[in-house]
């Protein structure tokens, strides 16, 4: 048994999509509509064939309540690795990406987190 997809909540799949491949880097991987909504999938350029990121509305209301629950405790919805976080969150920065966290020292790791404009924060690590 492996991990095949994870998912994020959005608030609007059309901004997520932007954001998570014009400013974060990941390419698009599946966009099949479904009605309303969109089984929209997302992967990393170093692994194309690797998790897919299912970019998930959060139309049904316990999604919003967990979504926003997450957000006011400060809970990032995922955890992305990259190779040196510091640089990352400066070109990250660059873009206009807003930091809740700044790249700080975790044990083992350097931790930043940041909005994604669709309702989360998100966490990046380096290992």
Request: charged share 20%; net charge negative.
């Amino acid at each position: 048994m492996k991990i095949s997809h994870a998912s994020v909540f959005v608030d609007d799949q059309s901004k997520a999509l932007a954001f998570y491949t014009d400013v974060l880097g990941f390419v698009l991987k599946q966009d099949i509509p479904m009605g309303e909504a969109r089984w929209l999938t997302v992967v990393s350029s170093d692994s194309p064939d690797g998790v897919e990121l299912l970019l998930e509305p959060n139309s049904f209301l316990p999604a919003q309540i967990f979504q926003q629950a997450l957000r006011e405790a400060g809970i990032p919805a995922t955890t992305f690795e990259v190779a040196d976080t510091k640089a990352e969150h400066d070109r990250l920065v660059s873009l206009g990406v807003v930091f809740t966290t700044p790249p700080t020292e975790a044990g083992p790791t350097v931790i930043a987190a940041f909005k994604d404009t669709c309702g989360n924060l998100i966490q990046m690590h380096q290992v």
